[in-house]
């Protein structure tokens, strides 16, 4: 069993930066890949990115490659999203989740967080 808190969201102007995180509580978080997830007001949950275990695999989606990273500190049981040169479209409630392996799909992520709002003025 796997629970996850993000944290980080907020109010920014176009073109500035936040960081999410995601807390995660178990041991076996370590043997889990990690993905963020988007759900914009009115759309579907949509792929943001997702790291491997070891975090030496990432996957982005085409719309935040580029200006988009995530990367993970198993230590401290934490996957991070740094996101660089924000646009109004990035407007949405931030998911963070944990699978067997780097998918896009989230029907194939097993654990969820409770999501953070990030809004993007322009």
Same mark, same amino acid.
């Given at each position: 069993?796997?629970?996850?808190?993000?944290?980080? @969201?907020?109010?920014? !102007? =176009?073109? &500035?930066s936040l960081r999410l995180s995601c %807390?995660?509580?178990?041991?076996?978080?370590? /043997?889990?890949?990690? @993905?963020?997830?988007? !759900? =914009?007001? &009115?759309?579907?949950?949509?792929?943001? %990115?997702?790291?491997?275990?070891?975090?030496? /695999?990432?996957?982005?989606?085409?719309?935040?490659?580029?200006?988009?990273?995530?990367?993970?500190?198993? %230590?401290?049981?934490?996957?991070?999203?740094?996101?660089?040169?924000?646009?109004?479209?990035?407007?949405?409630?931030?998911?963070?989740?944990?699978?067997?392996?780097?998918?896009?799909?989230?029907?194939?992520?097993?654990?969820w967080g409770q999501g953070t709002q990030?809004?993007?003025?322009?």
């Amino acid at each position: 069993q796997v629970q996850l808190v993000e944290s980080g @969201g907020g109010l920014v !102007q =176009a073109g &500035g930066s936040l960081r999410l995180s995601c %807390a995660a509580s178990g041991r076996m978080f370590s /043997s889990y890949a990690m @993905g963020w997830f988007r !759900q =914009a007001p &009115g759309k579907e949950r949509e792929f943001v %990115a997702t790291i491997s275990w070891h975090g030496r /695999s990432t996957n982005y989606a085409d719309s935040v490659k580029g200006r988009f990273t995530i990367s993970r500190d198993n %230590a401290k049981n934490t996957v991070y999203l740094q996101m660089n040169s924000l646009k109004p479209e990035d407007t949405a409630v931030y998911y963070c989740a944990a699978a067997e392996m780097t998918y896009s799909d989230d029907t194939r992520y097993k654990y969820w967080g409770q999501g953070t709002q990030v809004t993007v003025s322009s």
